[in-house]
């Protein structure tokens, strides 16, 4: 067996440690890049009736030679249709909203938690990872229990007489950002809670000491600092909320243009799987290339970080 | 000035008067004090981190809180600088009270241990941090941080970041961002604890000449007796968050008052004792850890029985072969150890009571003939004015 092992590694280069990094690229390639491609190649056919619902991309004519049928039409048509475009740009407005209320509410909750006593540190990140205990589609339903004409927020209000007729909320802006920001508060809180915890408190007395008044030796110091955090938190919040179709049809209006709605109804409800691809693909490209200059400006800027400079 | 440990006065000593003594404010009556600590306390729950500390302290001075972990001096050192309030007591900076003044508007600057410099900010920002901070104009920021940095030899390295830095470049960035403030007091809490054997000497003899070149009053933290030694220009000793004695390094080290002073500083010998003769101009103890008579002078005053200490340095102590002239102040004894310094070797001697006795001789010649050897049958003896009486 030994033997073998060792025949092995020196024939193929198998080695423990590379067998330990094939795992997630052999991962990542069944079940990101494969399906991508498969998708990239929906995206380039033309839409017909039948099982499946596209053309195919290449086949063999009657003369055996390859027949290849790339299509762009369905990026065209993107192109052209202005929905798609105040699609995509509501979408990403509202992702942008909701990221900016997601880090107005979870940087001072990351803050709390990273400045209490390591005696409580851990009940509340549990506090904070707990809703994930509950199914996300029940998590969202209760919010209609909570926001609807006779929910729970009304009843209350005019119980208590500050209201005589319900609020609105149910199919409004406010009850979908609401839903947003409330379901993806704990992937800000945690990249945020995971920076600031690293800081070191000393940084802050130094700019006291050097007289800054505290609020001035946290734009200073904490903010930069926790600058990878709060780009990481942004990202996680922003990159599902773009896609984001449940929230918003649940809580959200009809008004409400989504890419992530467009995208189902170009699949279930038009059954254009390629064009649907092609609104799929584009997404991706829009998404992946500001997450790829972060990297390479996270990459260039490695070890000034956060790094402390104790000896 | 003293507590009432001390029992006798150190300006009768002989031979205390150093260079820097010259100008040595502390011994002027008439001085006023530039920093004044008066019966400070600090009280973490039912601990007591500092207990009813008061000291004054000099415009120009070096001042080391020397102590061992857990004594109080970094409690004392964040509570001058403000991050601690004192649950009694009162602090003057130059005549101004500093009970209200918060920590950002004290002219009271800091050298971290850690140096806490920040890490995101250029070795240049990092030392203008402080004028920016007082909304100075840009061009006088740059001049007066160009100045700074030329100062500390750091001209070259304006431009990099901390992490660029090695342990010494990064002291010298937190010494100058402290120090471009032009404070009243600078606080340092163990400036040369980070760094390696060799820096350190280097350093801070640097350091004492940037002090006299700014004029800064500074406040040092220290555990390290040699750094507080080398540095201050007085030292006040700290054991479970009181004062024990202040005085030169020199007074601390010839003439402590107490035994933890002794003990805490330098090596010493100690010979449990009775006293038999309490004389202002000597005193006679008889010491079982000996095995005879101790004659120190000058004396103390002191009750007949009374049970004190004689501490005797080890290097204050002959060794010889034939028994010296006095019978005080000398036992037999058989040498145990011997370990070879160098400049110096150290002898543990056996005393025939059964005590062992701590001795240094320098090594005045290259070659060893004639030195001592295991087994040796020796005397130690000392001059009546070499040992010290100190109390618990």
């Excluded at chain 1, 979408?91 to 990221?99: D, L, Y």
């Excluded at chain 2, 008066?38 to 004054?56: H, M, N, R, W, Y």
């Excluded at chain 2, 950002?104 to 920016?132: C, D, I, W």
Aim: aromatic fraction near 10%; include cysteine.
């Amino acid at each position: 067996m030994a033997q073998t092992l060792s025949l092995l590694s020196r024939r193929f280069g198998i080695t423990g440690r590379r067998l330990v990094i094939a795992v997630p690229w052999v991962w990542l390639l069944l079940f990101f890049l494969v399906p991508f491609l498969i998708v990239l190649k929906i995206s380039f056919a033309h839409t017909r009736l039948g099982v499946p619902p596209y053309t195919p991309l290449w086949d063999w004519t009657p003369e055996h030679a390859l027949h290849l049928s790339l299509s762009a039409a369905n990026y065209l048509f993107l192109a052209r249709e202005s929905l798609y475009l105040e699609a995509f740009l509501s979408s990403i407005r509202v992702a942008f909203i909701s990221t900016l209320f997601c880090l107005l509410v979870a940087y001072p909750m990351a803050y709390g938690i990273a400045r209490s006593s390591p005696r409580w540190r851990n009940t509340l990140l549990l506090l904070v990872v707990l809703p994930f205990w509950t199914s996300f589609l029940v998590r969202v339903y209760a919010w209609i229990g909570l926001l609807r004409n006779n929910g729970l927020i009304n009843n209350v209000l005019m119980g208590l007489g500050v209201i005589h007729e319900p609020l609105v909320m149910m199919q409004t802006d406010f009850a979908m950002y609401i839903g947003i920001v409330y379901s993806y508060l704990p992937f800000m809180i945690l990249p945020l809670y995971s920076n600031l915890e690293k800081h070191d408190h000393t940084l802050l007395e130094a700019a006291v000491n050097l007289g800054a008044t505290p609020f001035k030796a946290f734009l200073q110091i904490t903010l930069p600092l926790s600058l990878p955090g709060i780009i990481a938190g942004s990202m996680l919040v922003f990159i599902p909320a773009v896609g984001e179709f449940v929230i918003p049809r649940l809580l959200g209006g009809n008004n409400t243009l989504m890419i992530g709605r467009v995208l189902w109804d170009e699949f279930f409800n038009n059954r254009n799987w390629p064009e649907a691809s092609a609104v799929a693909m584009t997404l991706l490209l829009v998404l992946v290339l500001p997450i790829m200059i972060f990297q390479r400006y996270q990459a260039r800027d490695a070890g000034g970080g956060l790094r402390g400079n104790h000896g | 000035m003293q507590g009432p440990a001390r029992a006798y006065s150190v300006s009768s000593a002989p031979g205390s008067a150093g260079p820097r003594e010259a100008e040595a404010p502390w011994k002027n009556p008439a001085a006023t004090a530039y920093i004044r600590i008066e019966g400070i306390s600090k009280k973490f729950g039912q601990f007591t981190a500092v207990d009813d500390v008061t000291l004054d302290i000099h415009r120009g001075e070096i001042f080391c809180l020397l102590g061992g972990s857990g004594c109080g001096k970094t409690t004392l050192l964040r509570m001058l600088a403000g991050f601690e309030a004192p649950t009694g007591g009162r602090i003057f900076i130059d005549g101004h009270d500093m009970a209200d003044v918060p920590p950002f508007k004290r002219p009271v600057n800091m050298m971290f241990q850690s140096y806490a410099l920040f890490p995101h900010m250029t070795v240049e920002n990092n030392v203008a941090f402080g004028l920016k901070q007082e909304g100075m104009p840009r061009n006088q920021i740059a001049e007066r941080v160009a100045e700074m940095l030329a100062l500390v030899k750091l001209d070259e390295l304006a431009k990099r970041k901390p992490h660029q830095l090695s342990g010494g470049q990064r002291q010298r960035v937190a010494l100058a961002r402290a120090l471009i403030k032009r404070p009243k007091l600078l606080l340092l809490d163990e400036p040369l604890g980070a760094l390696d054997k060799r820096l350190r000497e280097h350093t801070q003899f640097e350091l004492v000449n940037i002090q006299k070149r700014l004029g800064v009053t500074f406040v040092v933290v220290t555990h390290d007796q040699e750094e507080a030694m080398t540095l201050a220009t007085r030292i006040g000793v700290m054991n479970q968050g009181r004062i024990v004695q202040v005085g030169t390094p020199q007074e601390i080290y010839e003439f402590p008052s107490t035994r933890f002073t002794a003990e805490f500083i330098g090596n010493v010998n100690m010979f449990k004792c009775k006293v038999l003769e309490a004389r202002p101009g000597h005193v006679y103890i008889e010491s079982t850890d000996l095995g005879g008579r101790i004659h120190v002078s000058p004396g103390i005053s002191s009750a007949p029985d009374a049970v004190v200490w004689a501490a005797v340095r080890p290097e204050k102590i002959i060794l010889t072969r034939e028994a010296p002239r006095e019978s005080f102040n000398a036992a037999a004894g058989t040498i145990r150890e011997v370990a070879y310094m160098g400049d110096v070797s150290i002898y543990l001697v056996e005393l025939d009571s059964g005590k062992t006795v701590r001795v240094t001789q320098p090594n005045t010649r290259r070659h060893s003939d004639g030195a001592f050897r295991w087994d040796d049958r020796v005397w130690v003896s000392w001059h009546e004015s070499s040992a010290v009486v100190v109390t618990e």
